[in-house]
């Protein structure tokens, strides 16, 4: 078995959570980034959350909110992790008491090492297909030979589904990989088979 981490992004329901949860997911995603379609309120998400148990981490994403926005979801959301996509700098990241990952646009050049030379206490850096200033969860796929070798942790996100994340586990060689719409039958709506499907082939043995 690999020692890939491996997260379920953009989670809206509670029996979706508990799907999740017993399929073997690591950390689950809840979003506040009032673009994405996956957005939540934050008393569904605290309803949401209470069907995490320990040792699975809560991972809120934002995008370009305001400071309190933030401080005020972190405050009655019990969240382990914050993940920013947006133009935020590492000042910003930093400021809410929770350790945190960046979202990197894969859209730009050199955009890996930009980004671990601004961040260079995130805890990871989400590698995403999502043009900059958009949410992610876009099912696109890009060129994961153009990811070079950095220092920091790497989550591999962007068009993963059951179908191609042994291959890009293999390929890439990630600390973690992230999935949203790979594992959906609409936006927000998880499949239990597809996230079932999608741990296991990411676990598997090379």
């Avoid at 009032?34 to 605290?46: F, G």
């Avoid at 809560?58 to 914050?82: C, E, K, S």
């Amino acid at each position: 078995m690999t020692g890939i981490r491996i997260k379920i992004c953009g989670m809206t329901r509670a029996g979706d959570v508990r799907a999740a949860v017993a399929a073997g997911a690591d950390a689950l995603g809840f979003v506040f980034a009032p673009r994405s379609k996956r957005v939540l309120e934050v008393a569904l998400a605290t309803e949401l959350v209470a069907n995490v148990p320990a040792f699975v981490s809560r991972v809120g994403l934002f995008m370009d909110q305001d400071a309190g926005t933030v401080a005020a979801i972190v405050d009655r959301v019990p969240l382990n992790l914050l993940q920013f996509h947006g133009a935020e700098d590492a000042g910003f990241c930093r400021q809410f008491g929770l350790p945190f990952i960046k979202a990197v646009s894969m859209t730009t050049e050199n955009a890996v090492r930009a980004a671990e030379e601004a961040f260079p206490d995130a805890s990871a850096l989400l590698l995403d297909s999502h043009r900059t200033g958009e949410v992610g969860g876009t099912g696109m796929v890009f060129d994961w030979s153009e990811i070079p070798p950095v220092g920091l942790p790497l989550v591999l996100a962007g068009g993963l589904t059951p179908g191609n994340v042994r291959q890009a586990v293999q390929q890439v060689r990630p600390w973690a990989v992230d999935v949203s719409s790979g594992v959906e039958s609409a936006p927000g709506i998880k499949s239990e088979k597809l996230m079932r499907e999608f741990i296991q082939e990411a676990r598997r043995e090379y």
